[in-house]
Protein backbone atom coordinates (compact mmCIF):
# COMPACT_ATOMS: atom_id res chain seq x y z
CA UNK A 1 0.00 0.00 0.00
CA UNK A 2 1.67 3.36 -1.23
CA UNK A 3 2.15 6.10 1.60
CA UNK A 4 -0.81 8.01 -0.48
CA UNK A 5 -3.06 5.40 0.36
CA UNK A 6 -2.32 4.98 4.00
CA UNK A 7 -2.51 9.01 4.40
CA UNK A 8 -5.69 9.20 2.46
CA UNK A 9 -7.31 6.35 4.71
CA UNK A 10 -6.38 8.28 7.71
CA UNK A 11 -8.05 11.06 6.89
CA UNK A 12 -11.21 9.65 6.03
CA UNK A 13 -11.84 8.06 8.96
CA UNK A 14 -10.57 11.20 11.09
CA UNK A 15 -13.28 13.36 8.57
CA UNK A 16 -15.78 9.99 9.57
CA UNK A 17 -15.64 10.79 12.94
CA UNK A 18 -15.86 14.08 12.70
CA UNK A 19 -19.02 13.59 11.62
CA UNK A 20 -20.42 12.45 14.71
CA UNK A 21 -18.77 14.87 17.52
CA UNK A 22 -15.39 12.79 17.48
CA UNK A 23 -12.37 14.47 17.52
CA UNK A 24 -9.50 12.42 17.12
CA UNK A 25 -5.96 13.00 17.09
CA UNK A 26 -4.82 9.54 14.77
CA UNK A 27 -0.88 9.58 14.17
CA UNK A 28 0.04 6.95 11.78
CA UNK A 29 3.70 6.64 10.60
CA UNK A 30 3.93 7.03 7.08
CA UNK A 31 6.61 4.86 4.84
CA UNK A 32 9.29 6.93 3.67
CA UNK A 33 8.37 8.77 0.25
CA UNK A 34 10.14 6.91 -2.56
CA UNK A 35 11.26 8.82 -5.31
CA UNK A 36 9.66 7.64 -9.14
CA UNK A 37 12.12 7.92 -11.77
CA UNK A 38 10.69 7.27 -15.05
CA UNK A 39 12.56 7.17 -18.90
CA UNK A 40 9.56 9.35 -20.52
CA UNK A 41 9.88 10.70 -24.34
CA UNK A 42 9.91 13.98 -24.61
CA UNK A 43 7.02 16.06 -25.66
CA UNK A 44 8.23 16.44 -29.15
CA UNK A 45 8.49 12.62 -29.72
CA UNK A 46 4.85 12.49 -27.76
CA UNK A 47 3.46 14.87 -30.92
CA UNK A 48 5.81 12.09 -33.36
CA UNK A 49 3.69 9.00 -31.94
CA UNK A 50 0.23 10.17 -31.61
CA UNK A 51 -0.15 13.11 -34.39
CA UNK A 52 -2.66 11.45 -36.96
CA UNK A 53 -4.22 8.82 -34.76
CA UNK A 54 -7.69 8.51 -33.35
CA UNK A 55 -6.30 9.56 -29.94
CA UNK A 56 -4.66 12.64 -31.01
CA UNK A 57 -7.01 14.97 -29.60
CA UNK A 58 -7.33 13.47 -26.02
CA UNK A 59 -3.58 13.41 -25.64
CA UNK A 60 -3.02 16.73 -27.22
CA UNK A 61 -5.24 18.26 -24.52
CA UNK A 62 -3.28 16.52 -22.12
CA UNK A 63 -0.09 17.21 -22.99
CA UNK A 64 -0.21 20.21 -24.38
CA UNK A 65 -2.90 22.17 -21.88
CA UNK A 66 -1.82 19.54 -18.62
CA UNK A 67 -5.39 18.48 -18.43
CA UNK A 68 -6.24 15.02 -16.50
CA UNK A 69 -7.92 12.79 -18.45
CA UNK A 70 -11.32 13.33 -16.15
CA UNK A 71 -11.32 16.62 -17.82
CA UNK A 72 -10.28 15.54 -21.66
CA UNK A 73 -13.63 13.43 -21.55
CA UNK A 74 -15.82 15.89 -19.89
CA UNK A 75 -15.75 18.87 -21.64
CA UNK A 76 -18.43 19.29 -24.02
CA UNK A 77 -18.62 21.62 -27.20
CA UNK A 78 -20.50 24.41 -24.92
CA UNK A 79 -17.28 25.14 -22.80
CA UNK A 80 -15.22 26.14 -25.95
CA UNK A 81 -15.95 29.85 -27.17
CA UNK A 82 -13.66 31.27 -29.17
CA UNK A 83 -10.38 29.92 -28.93
CA UNK A 84 -11.03 30.13 -25.05
CA UNK A 85 -11.43 26.29 -23.58
CA UNK A 86 -13.90 26.35 -20.11
CA UNK A 87 -12.75 23.32 -17.65
CA UNK A 88 -15.77 22.51 -15.50
CA UNK A 89 -16.90 19.17 -15.30
CA UNK A 90 -14.76 15.75 -15.10
CA UNK A 91 -16.46 12.41 -16.72
CA UNK A 92 -14.89 9.51 -14.19
CA UNK A 93 -14.57 6.18 -14.70
CA UNK A 94 -16.00 4.28 -11.33
CA UNK A 95 -16.20 0.69 -11.90
CA UNK A 96 -17.50 0.08 -15.20
CA UNK A 97 -19.80 3.61 -15.89
CA UNK A 98 -18.90 6.83 -16.70
CA UNK A 99 -19.74 9.64 -14.16
CA UNK A 100 -20.46 13.31 -14.64
CA UNK A 101 -19.39 15.52 -12.16
CA UNK A 102 -20.35 19.27 -12.45
CA UNK A 103 -16.70 20.11 -11.04
CA UNK A 104 -13.36 19.57 -11.07
CA UNK A 105 -11.11 17.56 -8.51
CA UNK A 106 -10.11 20.99 -6.92
CA UNK A 107 -11.50 24.86 -6.58
CA UNK A 108 -7.94 25.84 -8.79
CA UNK A 109 -9.03 22.84 -11.03
CA UNK A 110 -11.78 24.61 -13.07
CA UNK A 111 -10.40 26.91 -15.59
CA UNK A 112 -9.97 28.98 -18.18
CA UNK A 113 -7.53 28.35 -20.95
CA UNK A 114 -6.57 30.23 -24.28
CA UNK A 115 -6.19 26.97 -26.97
CA UNK A 116 -4.48 27.48 -30.28
CA UNK A 117 -5.67 27.16 -33.49
CA UNK A 118 -4.19 23.79 -33.81
CA UNK A 119 -6.30 22.40 -31.02
CA UNK A 120 -9.44 24.31 -31.71
CA UNK A 121 -9.14 23.09 -35.49
CA UNK A 122 -9.10 19.01 -34.17
CA UNK A 123 -12.36 20.03 -31.85
CA UNK A 124 -14.40 21.20 -34.15
CA UNK A 125 -13.41 18.21 -36.57
CA UNK A 126 -15.11 16.02 -34.51
CA UNK A 127 -18.90 15.24 -35.56
CA UNK A 128 -21.73 16.81 -33.02
CA UNK A 129 -24.84 17.47 -32.70
CA UNK A 130 -25.76 19.52 -29.95
CA UNK A 131 -23.27 22.25 -27.56
CA UNK A 132 -23.16 19.42 -24.71
CA UNK A 133 -21.74 16.84 -26.54
CA UNK A 134 -18.85 15.64 -25.26
CA UNK A 135 -15.79 16.54 -26.94
CA UNK A 136 -13.98 13.67 -26.19
CA UNK A 137 -16.34 10.84 -26.51
CA UNK A 138 -14.03 7.91 -26.51
CA UNK A 139 -14.62 5.12 -23.46
CA UNK A 140 -11.44 5.96 -20.97
CA UNK A 141 -10.10 2.37 -21.22
CA UNK A 142 -9.92 2.89 -25.33
CA UNK A 143 -8.12 5.89 -24.51
CA UNK A 144 -5.53 4.79 -22.00
CA UNK A 145 -5.22 1.11 -23.64
CA UNK A 146 -4.43 2.69 -27.27
CA UNK A 147 -1.90 5.13 -26.04
CA UNK A 148 -0.09 2.53 -23.91
CA UNK A 149 0.53 -0.20 -27.10
CA UNK A 150 1.21 2.97 -28.97
CA UNK A 151 4.23 4.12 -26.30
CA UNK A 152 5.18 0.31 -26.68
CA UNK A 153 5.14 0.42 -29.89
CA UNK A 154 7.34 2.86 -30.21
CA UNK A 155 9.50 1.93 -27.06
CA UNK A 156 8.33 3.80 -24.13
CA UNK A 157 6.38 2.80 -20.76
CA UNK A 158 4.42 5.16 -19.76
CA UNK A 159 0.66 6.17 -18.99
CA UNK A 160 -1.93 8.95 -19.96
CA UNK A 161 -1.11 10.61 -16.78
CA UNK A 162 2.22 10.93 -17.97
CA UNK A 163 1.21 13.67 -20.60
CA UNK A 164 0.33 16.18 -17.93
CA UNK A 165 4.13 15.24 -16.22
CA UNK A 166 5.47 16.19 -19.11
CA UNK A 167 3.16 19.35 -19.84
CA UNK A 168 4.44 20.48 -16.38
CA UNK A 169 8.26 19.77 -17.30
CA UNK A 170 8.34 21.92 -20.52
CA UNK A 171 6.74 24.30 -18.12
CA UNK A 172 9.23 24.53 -15.86
CA UNK A 173 12.01 23.46 -18.43
CA UNK A 174 10.57 26.87 -20.29
CA UNK A 175 11.27 29.57 -17.01
CA UNK A 176 7.38 30.21 -16.83
CA UNK A 177 6.83 31.43 -13.72
CA UNK A 178 4.87 29.14 -10.91
CA UNK A 179 1.69 31.57 -10.67
CA UNK A 180 1.14 30.81 -14.40
CA UNK A 181 1.92 27.23 -14.48
CA UNK A 182 -0.40 26.50 -11.43
CA UNK A 183 -2.99 28.15 -13.00
CA UNK A 184 -2.73 26.46 -16.50
CA UNK A 185 -2.36 22.73 -14.76
CA UNK A 186 -5.07 23.86 -11.84
CA UNK A 187 -2.62 23.23 -9.26
CA UNK A 188 -3.56 24.48 -5.52
CA UNK A 189 -0.21 24.39 -4.53
CA UNK A 190 3.89 24.41 -6.65
CA UNK A 191 5.06 21.59 -4.28
CA UNK A 192 2.95 19.32 -6.43
CA UNK A 193 3.93 21.11 -9.88
CA UNK A 194 7.59 20.83 -8.45
CA UNK A 195 7.88 18.04 -6.65
CA UNK A 196 5.59 15.38 -8.61
CA UNK A 197 5.29 16.22 -12.07
CA UNK A 198 8.82 17.26 -12.59
CA UNK A 199 11.05 15.41 -15.22
CA UNK A 200 14.24 15.95 -16.36
CA UNK A 201 15.22 15.50 -20.14
CA UNK A 202 18.17 13.90 -20.70
CA UNK A 203 18.93 16.33 -23.85
CA UNK A 204 18.14 19.34 -21.86
CA UNK A 205 20.19 18.01 -18.18
CA UNK A 206 23.44 17.13 -20.50
CA UNK A 207 23.26 20.78 -21.38
CA UNK A 208 23.20 21.64 -17.50
CA UNK A 209 26.44 19.12 -16.93
CA UNK A 210 27.88 20.52 -19.51
CA UNK A 211 27.56 24.35 -18.79
CA UNK A 212 28.81 23.47 -14.69
CA UNK A 213 31.48 21.19 -15.92
CA UNK A 214 32.89 24.46 -17.69
CA UNK A 215 32.79 26.84 -15.33
CA UNK A 216 34.46 24.52 -12.75
CA UNK A 217 37.14 23.72 -15.26
CA UNK A 218 37.06 27.02 -15.81
CA UNK A 219 38.08 27.79 -12.30
CA UNK A 220 40.29 25.38 -12.18
CA UNK A 221 42.53 27.06 -14.88
CA UNK A 222 42.58 30.74 -13.49
Not at 17 to 32: A, C, F, I, Q, S
Request: glycine residues 4%; contains cysteine; charged residues 30%.
Amino acid sequence: VSRKSINEAKNLVVTALKLYGVRLELNVTLPPKEPKIKDLPTAQQVIKMVRGTDIELPCMLSLWLSLRISEVRGLQFQDLKDNVLTVRRSKLRIGSNDVVRELNKTYKSTRQLVIPDYLKELILAVPHENETDFIVPTHYQTITKRLKKLAQKNGYEMTFHDLRHLNASVMLMLGVPDKYAMERGGWSTPNTLKNVYQHTFSDERKQVDKKIDEFFESAMEE
